[in-house]
C-alpha cells in the first residue's frame, strides 16, 4: 500500500505560478512511476503529466506541455509538479497517482493504470 498526499494548491492569478507536491509513503517510491491528473467541475479526471521511475522520462498533455514541469526525488519521496503561466482553464482538482511496480521507462498516460492516487489539492486561476 502506497499512501500519496498532495499539497501546494490555492487561489492564483492568471499568469502566476505554483508548485505541487505529493508526498508518497513506503519504501517502494522508486520502483513507481508518478503521475498527476487533474479533474475540472462538470469534467472527467484527465492526464497532466507523468515521470518515470528514475525520472529521465517525462511525458505532458497539449494543454500543459511547455507550460508545467514534473519531476520527482527518489530520496525523499516526492513528486513535483511545477505550473507557470497558469490559465483558468487550469482550475482543477489535482491528483498524483503511482503506478505500481513499473517498468523502468514506462510513462503511463491512462489513468487506468494507475494503482495508487492521492486525495488532491484544489487549484483555482482567476482572470
Known amino acids: 500500500q502506497v499512501l500519496l498526499r498532495e499539497s501546494g494548491g490555492g487561489l492564483v492569478q492568471a499568469g502566476d505560478s505554483l508548485r505541487l507536491s505529493c508526498t508518497a509513503s513506503?519504501?517502494?517510491?522508486?520502483?513507481?512511476?508518478m503521475g498527476w491528473f487533474r479533474q475540472a467541475p462538470g469534467k472527467e479526471r484527465e492526464f497532466v503529466a507523468v515521470v518515470n521511475r528514475i525520472g529521465g522520462n517525462t511525458v505532458y498533455s497539449d494543454a500543459v506541455k511547455g507550460r508545467f514541469t514534473i519531476s520527482r526525488d527518489n530520496g525523499q519521496n516526492i513528486v513535483y509538479l511545477v505550473m507557470d503561466r497558469l490559465n483558468v482553464e487550469d482550475t482543477a482538482a489535482y491528483y498524483c497517482?503511482?503506478?505500481?511496480?513499473?517498468?523502468?521507462?514506462?510513462?503511463?498516460?491512462?489513468?487506468?493504470?494507475?494503482?495508487?492516487w492521492g486525495q488532491g489539492t484544489q487549484v483555482i486561476v482567476s482572470s
Open positions: 497517482a503511482a503506478q505500481k511496480g513499473s517498468d523502468w521507462f514506462a510513462t503511463p498516460t491512462e489513468s487506468r493504470a494507475y494503482d495508487y
Open positions: 513506503g519504501r517502494t517510491f522508486k520502483e513507481h512511476a
